[in-house]
């Protein structure tokens, strides 16, 4: 079946620094979504991607559709203590149907202050 | 604007007990959604609904049942709990079809 797999599993780094990470396909997919999940919360959507090749902003947050349609990348500038938490991709299932979404494992992300 | 709610927050069963969770969402959205997170195994889709009166089955829909009978409220029954079902519960909803816009907080079930 689909499968995401999201790398680095996890980061730590310095406040201030930019940060990258990735979500890659086994199969074509023709729509991207990034989640941010806080401790103890319910993830919460930062940015939809629809075409392959777009490239969204959502403040320090830019995240780009793979032209390859089989991967997305997420980007953090200028982290800041509040970027803490885990980061999922996901993305719909083989018949296209948004409703029954494709998730990775996330990305956790720690920053020392 | 309360967004999406989840009542309880915490919960603890004997096997064999049953209990419903209850979200609601005032932001008149169609489609609603049912998940558990577990450790290693991300987010999987219990049972979905997209529109009022319907529902309909994610991918670990065993166990479970839910009902929309209220456009706003999107209950998720156990009827007989069992330790795999020791889980974290988010309810979410969405204007479209596009995926679950906004997530509640969450229920954190452990069933004993």
């Known amino acids: 079946g689909q499968q995401l797999n999201q790398s680095p599993q996890s980061m730590f780094i310095q406040e201030g620094e930019d940060v990258s990470m990735n979500c890659t396909s086994s199969s074509i997919f023709n729509t991207w979504l990034w989640y941010k999940q806080d401790p103890g919360e319910g993830p919460v959507l930062l940015i939809a991607?629809?075409?392959a090749g777009e490239l969204t902003s959502n403040g320090r947050l830019t995240a780009q559709f793979g032209i390859t349609r089989k991967d997305s990348f997420l980007n953090i500038s200028a982290s800041i203590p509040s970027d803490v938490g885990i980061y999922f991709c996901?993305?719909?299932?083989?018949?296209?149907?948004?409703?029954?979404?494709?998730w990775g494992l996330g990305t956790s992300l720690a920053v020392n202050p | 604007n309360a967004g999406v709610t989840q009542t309880p927050k915490f919960r603890v069963l004997k096997t064999g007990q049953s209990m419903t969770l209850l979200c609601a969402q005032d932001m008149n959205h169609e489609y609603m959604y049912w998940y558990r997170q577990d450790p290693g195994m991300g987010l999987r889709l219990i049972h979905y609904s997209v529109g009022e009166g319907t529902t309909a089955k994610g991918e670990v829909p065993d166990g479970y049942n839910v009902s929309r009978l209220k456009k706003q409220n999107f209950l998720l029954g156990l009827e007989s709990a069992a330790p795999s079902q020791t889980s974290v519960y988010f309810c979410a909803s969405s204007y479209s079809s596009g995926g679950p816009r906004f997530f509640g907080p969450g229920t954190r079930l452990t069933v004993l």
């Open positions: 991607l629809y075409k």
């Open positions: 996901a993305g719909p299932n083989n018949a296209g149907n948004n409703r029954k979404l494709i």
